[in-house]
């Protein structure tokens, strides 16, 4: 007995003195990150809707982060995916499946069990929609952009498929009160809900660790609802903003603290469709710069996830599943149980006066005489459509002329406001002159990995309303194991908004941009309970009409490069301006180039500038044009002895951390020959300087 007594013992303290999260090889998993970086001149960003607001340079680069999960069998697999974009479209989805399926097969992964979502830059190139409406601002479609993307998310999960391996999963939440604010709080006060929940933003961050063998950290995916926009509209150089400035942060701090050297962190967006980083006002994220607002926003949501990663313990166990259901929305059918007015009917699609104003807090239009909470209730009182509106719109907005062009009828005839969209006046239909804005089949999708349930929205969704939905969700999936349910924001598609029957009715921007009407939160309900209840019972589901394929009907597109000029004596990649001779904390760097137009080559997977240091009499990259404190700004030259010309200039804000030593700025490039086409590459070196830390 004693003996016994004595191994129990020994055992206990083994036991004890193992750490909490030992590897228990419940799951495989892989992570992977591709560059998805798109023209970074000369084509309109996505997202506020300013045709002037054109590509010159970077900020930082755009990522696909890719997470591939399976059961320890390998039985079932799926993939998320978070990008660096505004949204993804439904040709993005259907070109990422396509290559997909050439490389593995037509099973491994489909629409099913692959969600692409989107973090919601605002500051992104545009033009890489099947679809007009996120097209506009790029006056066209940009099919060098599209592919870049496509082929980026696909590498992406190519390369979380090779790192797949026998792992486990941890999740925890945290709430983060301070980096989110209500930016349009007199509709959110108008649910009848309000009063049940403390905070009017959704403040509960979810967060999953992905742990190999050998308890390595892979990666982590982490959903907090926020609209990625700390920078404005005049903003010109690409940005992953606040997003993606997070996950560069958590990326080196979690390999400095151990996790593998590919670790791959992914800061998602959730019910964000009212949650704005300006929490110091309009406009306003408390930053003395817009950059300083950015790194605020991030540095917040970074500080929650590292303490998430640190004391992550609750290991993900169970089952994993999915399902998918494409849905032909208007005309869909919702029950009386989900609307509580009785049988209702999806209406076709329509954007409302509203949305012109854009987002008064956030991203206002400026176009006077426009106001959110334009109603087909207040018209004739507090505004008239037909007074001198579009005169304004046409000469000083031409992304609403723009507008105007497809159907001066559609915007203008009162007669076209759809009783179906009350109280909404249609600004502009779905559908006009035979050209379809949005797509009318909405992909549904809905992931479990053991307690979490992972709901994806092809929207974005207001926080009540994504509150609703999550209720709804968890009263399905009770007593099955689920306990946490998480909306998985901008997914598979991108059709506007989602707001509650209340918001709606306000119409104010997010409830005019619902292009679907006042019971689309209702349909989303009703479908994703019937999904859940599919999951919970094993049954199979109906996937729906297949979404047509519109890659090629494009007929407007973004004009190319024609050629790159210089004069006779110059040479591209030649300094022109150059730095000076020594630098201190602080200061910037600065260097600039004769270049050609950064279309040429999106420079994939590698950068237009490097920060170079002398290490030994060798030139090492210290810092790229991905780095925070680093820009890359494209600039036309104005001279009119060369109206093809460019400049490339390459900055370097010093920080406090630079080692003194000797650095120089190199640009990379590639020029357009006029006499043949012909794309050659060129560099350029600025002369060498010190810092001076």
Request: charged letters at 20%.
């Amino acid at each position: 007995m004693k003996k016994i007594l004595g191994n129990c013992l020994l055992a206990c303290l083994i036991l004890a003195g193992l750490p909490s999260n030992t590897y228990s090889d419940d799951w495989l998993v892989g992570a992977g990150k591709y560059d998805i970086t798109g023209p970074a001149a000369d084509v309109g960003m996505v997202g506020y809707g300013e045709t002037n607001q054109t590509t010159k340079g970077i900020h930082t680069r755009l990522w696909s982060r890719a997470f591939t999960i399976s059961d320890s069998s390998d039985n079932q697999r799926l993939v998320f995916v978070s990008a660096d974009l505004q949204g993804i479209p439904q040709g993005i989805k259907q070109g990422v499946i396509a290559k997909l399926k050439n490389q593995f097969g037509s099973s491994r992964y489909t629409d099913d069990n692959v969600m692409l979502t989107a973090t919601h830059t605002h500051v992104g190139p545009g033009g890489y929609d099947h679809y007009v409406m996120l097209n506009m601002s790029a006056l066209g479609y940009a099919e060098d952009n599209y592919d870049v993307i496509v082929d980026g998310i696909y590498q992406s999960i190519v390369a979380a498929d090779d790192s797949l391996a026998a792992g486990d999963i941890y999740i925890d939440q945290g709430t983060l009160y301070d980096a989110s604010i209500n930016r349009n709080p007199t509709p959110y006060s108008e649910n009848t809900d309000a009063g049940d929940y403390q905070h009017d933003t959704n403040k509960t961050v979810t967060q999953l660790k992905l742990v190999n063998a050998n308890s390595e950290s892979v990666g982590v995916i982490n959903w907090f609802a926020l609209h990625n926009v700390s920078l404005g509209t005049g903003q010109r150089q690409l940005s992953a903003d606040h997003k993606g400035a997070a996950s560069q942060l958590l990326e080196s701090w979690a390999v400095q603290q151990g996790a593998d050297k590919n670790f791959v962190a992914a800061f998602a967006n959730s019910n964000l469709g009212d949650a704005s980083p300006n929490v110091c006002g309009p406009r306003d994220g408390c930053g003395d710069t817009e950059y300083h607002s950015l790194i605020l926003a991030a540095e917040k949501q970074v500080a929650e996830a590292q303490s998430l990663y640190q004391s992550a313990s609750v290991k993900l166990e169970g089952n994993l599943d999915y399902r998918h259901q494409y849905v032909y929305f208007p005309g869909y059918t919702v029950a009386g149980e989900y609307t509580g007015e009785g049988q209702q009917t999806i209406c076709e699609g329509a954007v409302g006066w509203s949305f012109t104003a854009g987002s008064t807090w956030d991203g206002p239009s400026g176009i006077d005489g426009i106001f959110e909470g334009m109603s087909v209730e207040n018209e004739g009182t507090d505004w008239d459509r037909s007074e001198s509106l579009f005169e304004s719109t046409i000469e000083g907005y031409p992304l609403f002329g723009l507008m105007n062009a497809f159907s001066a009828a559609a915007v203008y005839d009162a007669t076209h406001d759809d009783p179906c969209q009350y109280p909404k006046p249609t600004f502009v239909e779905r559908t006009v002159v035979g050209q379809e804005l949005y797509t009318p089949y909405l992909p549904f999708q809905l992931f479990r990995i053991g307690a979490l349930a992972l709901v994806a929205a092809p929207s974005e969704m207001t926080t009540m309303a994504g509150r609703r939905l999550e209720t709804q969700l968890q009263t399905a999936f009770q007593n099955s194991g689920v306990t946490t349910v998480v909306i998985a924001g901008l997914a598979n598609a991108y059709s506007g908004y989602v707001t509650t029957h209340e918001e709606f009715d306000m119409q104010h921007y997010e409830g005019a941009h619902t292009i679907f009407g006042p019971n689309t939160l209702s349909a989303y309900q009703q479908i994703y309970t019937e999904m859940a209840y599919t999951m919970v019972d094993g049954l199979s589901l109906d996937p729906g009409p297949t979404p047509v394929d519109l890659s090629n009907d494009q007929i407007i597109n973004v004009i190319g490069v024609v050629y790159d000029d210089k004069r006779l004596w110059e040479s591209f990649g030649q300094v022109w301006d150059d730095v000076k001779n020594s630098y201190s904390s602080g200061e910037t760097v600065s260097a600039t180039f004769r270049s050609g137009h950064p279309r040429n080559n999106f420079r994939t997977g590698g950068t237009f500038i490097e920060v170079q240091r002398k290490v030994n009499g060798n030139w090492e990259t210290y810092l790229t044009d991905d780095d925070l404190n680093t820009r890359f700004i494209w600039t036309r030259d104005t001279a009119i002895d060369c109206l093809a010309c460019s400049f490339a200039e390459g900055q370097w804000v010093v920080d406090e951390d630079t080692p003194a030593g000797t650095y120089r700025i190199k640009h990379f490039g590639h020029w357009k020959s006029g006499w043949n086409g012909n794309v050659s590459s060129y560099t350029g070196k600025s002369s060498s300087f010190t810092i001076n830390n």
